[in-house]
């Protein structure tokens, strides 16, 4: 799940509705939250969305990723 979701990020910023169904995470924010630990530098900020049924939500986590963490040289 974390490959998945650090390879979707490298290409595009994604919002919580997204990842759930198109990566099939169940929880994005405790997989940001291991990307982060792992020294992947991501933004969240909060936005209003309307979900495929028509409902809105407020505060829906849109994840950004800054950078990544960087290969360890091996001496």
């Known amino acids: 799940q974390?490959?998945?979701l650090a390879a979707h990020?490298?290409?595009e910023q994604a919002d919580t509705f997204t990842i759930m169904r198109e990566l099939?995470?169940?929880r994005p924010g405790a997989r940001v939250c291991d990307l982060r630990t792992s020294g992947y530098a991501i933004i969240t900020t909060r936005k209003v969305l309307t979900d495929e049924?028509?409902?809105i939500h407020r505060?829906?986590?849109i994840y950004t990723l800054?950078?990544?963490p960087s290969p360890q040289v091996e001496t």
């Open 59 to 61: 505060g829906v986590a």
């Open 24 to 26: 099939n995470i169940c």
């Open 9 to 11: 990020l490298r290409f």
């Open 2 to 4: 974390n490959e998945r």
């Open 66 to 68: 800054i950078s990544e």
């Open 53 to 55: 049924w028509g409902r």
